[in-house]
């Protein structure tokens, strides 16, 4: 149901590869509530994803951009601003990947040209975005920027990698270009740290199905559905969230906060003997 939280605004979603997105779902409400979009992704992921399902759907613009090119982003931008009529008042970052992860290397092989291209992928692309639209001077006051990050940004997750540090390193850049462009600008830059989530890059992580099980087993009210991140993210878009920056936003189902479950605490009890040895000791991996 819509409320017309974004009506009047302009909008560009970067990611959304297929119907599995998060970005794919914001893009979808963010119409739904009365904004007008462009969307972007590498032209790889456009010729290979659905993305022109969704662009036809939504009558948005694609714009296919390599994130980690400050002269594509310049282009993104720029477009978006034509096509749109003005400037943009909303932007959501929905990238991440990991060679080291996709080529299963382990946290202590990792190779370091594989986690170059992490990091600038998925984070760096973050600060090339942001510094590109202030250049370009591209956003209204009192905008919106949001990436989303997880919480192996804090906490070690087994199994993902070289991507925790990528998103350890995207809070900060939200951080400090919040304090920058808040202060010139009012625009309010934060991380949405979400559920593990099924998409398509999230299913490349080793290991994400157990993940996803243990994180629904510790949270409250469950883990949160791309649905429910779209709607998340919405209202930071929208001006009922002026005041909110330079925060990394937990919509995990409570996750974040606990220690045990009931729930988790039975599976552990009913696992624990399967990882011992002949002598009944303890194997940790």
């Known amino acids: 149901m819509s409320h017309n939280l974004l009506q009047g605004k302009r909008g560009v979603i970067f990611g959304a590869l297929n119907d599995?997105?998060?970005?794919?779902k914001v893009a979808e409400r963010a119409v739904e509530e009365g904004a007008q979009i462009t969307l972007s992704n590498t032209p790889l992921a456009v010729r290979m994803g659905t993305t022109d399902v969704l662009s036809e759907k939504l009558g948005a613009t694609i714009i296919p951009a390599d994130a980690t090119s400050v002269d594509d982003l310049q282009v993104v931008f720029e477009r978006s601003v034509e096509i749109l009529g003005g400037k943009i008042d909303f932007v959501l970052h929905s990238i991440g990947m990991s060679p080291n992860v996709r080529k299963k290397r382990t946290y202590d092989d990792l190779d370091y040209s594989m986690l170059d291209t992490t990091l600038d992928v998925s984070a760096v692309s973050f600060h090339k975005m942001i510094q590109t639209a202030k250049k370009l001077d591209a956003i209204n006051e009192w905008g919106?920027?949001?990436?989303?990050?997880?919480?192996?940004?804090?906490?070690?997750?087994?199994?993902?990698n070289d991507m925790?540090?990528?998103?350890?390193?995207?809070?900060?850049?939200?951080?400090?270009?919040?304090?920058?462009?808040?202060?010139?600008?009012?625009?309010?830059?934060?991380?949405?740290?979400?559920s593990p989530t099924m998409t398509t890059a999230g299913s490349g992580v080793k290991g994400m199905n157990n993940l996803f099980d243990f994180a629904e087993r510790m949270s409250p009210v469950g883990n949160a559905t791309a649905d429910d991140c779209a709607n998340y993210c919405i209202m930071m878009f929208s001006d009922l969230t002026r005041k909110v920056t330079m925060q990394n936003l937990y919509h995990d189902g409570g996750f974040s906060s606990m220690g045990m479950s009931y729930r988790a605490m039975e599976q552990y009890i009913k696992g624990i003997d399967e990882y011992r040895d002949e002598d009944g000791n303890i194997v940790y991996g």
């Open 20 to 24: 599995m997105s998060i970005a794919w």
């Open 164 to 194: 925790a540090d990528a998103k350890a390193l995207l809070e900060s850049i939200a951080r400090s270009f919040g304090y920058v462009y808040g202060r010139e600008k009012s625009v309010r830059i934060n991380t949405i740290s979400q």
């Open 144 to 160: 919106s920027i949001v990436a989303l990050s997880y919480i192996a940004a804090q906490r070690t997750m087994v199994g993902y």
